[in-house]
């Protein structure tokens, strides 16, 4: 059974970098169906995609945040992480990282728990 | 960047009765669609693809409709397990960029 599970800070400093890695277990990470996903969702709202990664280390971004992500693999470790910088308030949410599908229909089969990071001083 | 509404944005329906949520595309995107359960403080949960395909281990009384720019989620006979936040995605965008609808929740009536 595959799982997903997210780690990284609850807590970061506005203007600071945040760090997140997602551990994949039961499944490898290096399948040619799947690329890796991060989707963030802020307190009480809706759902917002970040961006994507495949085991070459392909990746897609959403364009408004483009300019402050960097997702990125390592299949020895069978992890993948995320970085966005200059943080702010407007940043804080519940990261979720998730398997994507890659092909024929791009959806989000497994999901991890979710990590809330909140932004405050 | 397309965008994706869904109506309403709370449906109150009792147990043992049909429900019908909407999305709508600002563009169409064919059958590129997908449909998410979410339950407070758990992860979503995928319940259709391609519009109208069930994800495995999705009961048959949950169902996808629709193409274009206007879809539709069922739920035929709703169980106490089905009270939740509904999402719905798209995925029909090149270079990838998906978008997901601001949800709907269904409560009990």
């Known amino acids: 059974q595959l799982q997903l599970q997210e780690s990284g800070p609850g807590l970061v400093k506005p203007s600071e970098t945040l760090s997140l890695t997602c551990i994949v277990s039961g499944d490898s990470i290096s399948s040619s169906n799947y690329y890796w996903g991060w989707i963030r969702q802020p307190p009480g709202k809706g759902l917002e995609w970040i961006g994507s990664?495949?085991?070459?280390?392909?990746?897609y971004y959403n364009p408004s945040l483009k300019s402050r992500v960097i997702i990125s693999v390592d299949t020895s470790d069978s992890q993948f992480s995320l970085k966005l910088t200059s943080l702010t308030a407007a940043d804080t949410a519940v990261y979720f990282c998730?398997?994507?599908?890659?092909?024929?229909?791009?959806?989000?089969?497994?999901w991890g728990q979710g990590i809330l990071v909140t932004v405050s001083s | 960047e397309i965008v994706m509404t869904q109506s309403p944005a709370t449906l109150s329906v009792s147990p043992g009765q049909r429900a019908t949520l909407s999305c709508r595309a600002s563009?169409?995107?064919?059958?590129?669609l997908a449909w998410y359960q979410q339950k407070p403080g758990q992860a979503p949960r995928l319940l259709i693809y391609?519009?109208?395909t069930r994800a495995t281990g999705i009961p048959a009384r949950f169902s996808g409709s629709g193409s274009g720019t206007d879809f539709t989620l069922t739920i035929s006979s709703l169980q106490s397990e089905d009270f939740a936040v509904y999402y719905c995605?798209?995925?029909?965008?090149?270079?990838?960029?998906?978008?997901f609808g601001q949800g709907t929740k269904l409560e009990i009536k």
């Open positions: 990664v495949y085991y070459s280390g392909t990746t």
């Open positions: 995605q798209q995925y029909n965008n090149w270079p990838p960029f998906y978008t």
């Open positions: 391609g519009a109208s």
């Open positions: 563009q169409s995107v064919g059958s590129n």
């Open positions: 998730a398997r994507q599908n890659w092909g024929v229909a791009d959806y989000f089969d497994y």
